[in-house]
């Protein structure tokens, strides 16, 4: 995930790679026309989509199966500016980052960068604050891992490290802080250690500083992470945000400035979108995979912050 990155060079395609996109093209299904910057994305099991926002302490919902597609405010956070990691820790139960965020800077207010629980499954939906993590001013992305209930895994850009917090006893354990993690000066706009996404017996992580995408092993009791390993060839001149992954285990990933690229498990990659010098996708900041069935397994959702543009998009792509 992404807060703000000033806009990158972009790296041409690689060739012999077949683009795993189908015939039809990218389409917007829905923009912010007021600045609102999106952050992150996570799909329900009903096909709902849960939006974050840098700029806004609250989480949208948006039905992209709609006739007229349009988010309202699903839940709304005290004492934030803005959200930005959400994953499911439970059945229709999301974890929600929330914080008093800058954007330009990138930085969070010390003392205010919190983890919550919301539970959509309600008529209306009920908020929890689990922790707070006093001395974050970066926390970004959020996963939660197979076999390890009410456990969620939370990127910290700017200490480059991985924080583990157990929703059920509110427990905060710095688990992981390596060089590798690491982004740029503290008083500049580069991240570390930003989108965040468990798969397989992997916990694989884009650190858009250094331009790399990686994996860690993790032990069975997320008690420690180790082996962290850079992704051959996946290394790229622009900046890796959030990512989703698909059924075979390539990671689409989201690319500033204007890029979607996609990571095969071997480490060969394309950009799938962007490759052309297209702009279409203002800031992409994350990407996930819809749910609920008719084919929405097939989509893939990107948002964006809409750098240079009205506001924030939520793109459908067809794979």
């Not at 500016?81 to 954007?103: C, M, Q, S, W």
């Not at 884009?206 to 420690?224: C, H, R, T």
């Not at 990512?243 to 690229?261: E, Q, R, V």
């Not at 394309?270 to 900041?285: C, K």
């Amino acid at each position: 995930m992404l807060f703000y990155f000033a806009l990158l060079a972009l790296l041409a395609a690689l060739s012999g790679f077949a683009s795993p996109l189908s015939s039809s093209g990218p389409r917007t299904v829905f923009q912010f026309e007021d600045g609102t910057f999106i952050e992150n994305i996570a799909a329900r099991s009903n096909g709902d989509l849960l939006l974050t926002s840098v700029v806004k302490p609250v989480v949208f919902r948006l039905d992209p199966n709609s006739p007229n597609p349009s988010p309202s405010v699903a839940f709304q956070f005290p004492n934030a500016t803005g959200t930005t990691g959400i994953t499911e820790v439970y059945p229709d139960v999301f974890a929600v980052l929330t914080g008093i965020l800058n954007p330009q800077t990138a930085i969070g207010q010390k003392g205010s960068l919190c983890l919550w629980t919301v539970d959509f499954g309600r008529n209306q939906p009920a908020g929890k604050k689990i922790a707070c993590v006093p001395d974050s001013i970066g926390l970004n992305g959020a996963t939660t891992i197979k076999g390890a209930p009410g456990i969620v895994l939370v990127s910290d850009s700017r200490l480059g490290g991985i924080y583990r917090i157990n929703v059920r006893t509110g427990e905060v354990a710095l688990v992981l802080q390596d060089p590798l993690l690491e982004g740029g000066a503290a008083g500049g706009v580069g991240l570390g250690i930003n989108g965040l996404r468990a798969h397989g017996h992997k916990l694989f992580f884009a650190n858009s500083a250094k331009k790399f995408f990686g994996s860690i092993e993790l032990d069975s009791s997320v008690a420690s992470i180790n082996t962290i390993t850079t992704v051959p060839g996946g290394s790229n001149s622009s900046a890796y945000d959030d990512f989703a992954f698909d059924k075979k285990g390539n990671a689409w990933i989201a690319l500033h400035p204007h890029s979607l690229a996609v990571v095969k498990p071997s480490g060969e990659q394309e950009i799938v979108l962007g490759a052309d010098n297209s702009t279409f996708l203002a800031d992409p900041t994350s990407a996930a995979f819809g749910r609920g069935g008719n084919g929405r397994k097939e989509t893939l959702y990107v948002v964006t912050g809409g750098i240079g543009i009205s506001g924030g998009q939520v793109v459908a792509v067809d794979c």
